[in-house]
């Protein structure tokens, strides 16, 4: 089964994907460290609320629609 972290960077790649953003181009968007988007997306980083705030900004939707699993 999927952890919490897993699940929610599933949730950020699908969206990078629907709004055809590509990982370096997301991270400068929500002003984080591309490194960091990988690591979300890949389910090993746990984001801060800041960063999922910064990162539903960039996709332009609430942190609700972020961390619906």
Do not use: C, W
């Not at 968007?29 to 591309?34: H, L, M, T």
């Amino acid at each position: 089964m999927a952890t919490i972290y897993e699940k929610f960077g599933l949730n950020i790649k699908k969206y990078r994907k629907i709004t055809g953003m590509t990982q370096e181009k997301l991270a400068e968007a929500a002003k984080v460290d591309p490194k960091s988007i990988i690591s979300i997306e890949n389910g090993t980083r746990n984001p801060t609320l800041r960063t999922i705030y910064r990162l539903a900004k960039a996709f332009k939707t609430s942190i609700e629609e972020l961390v619906k699993f």
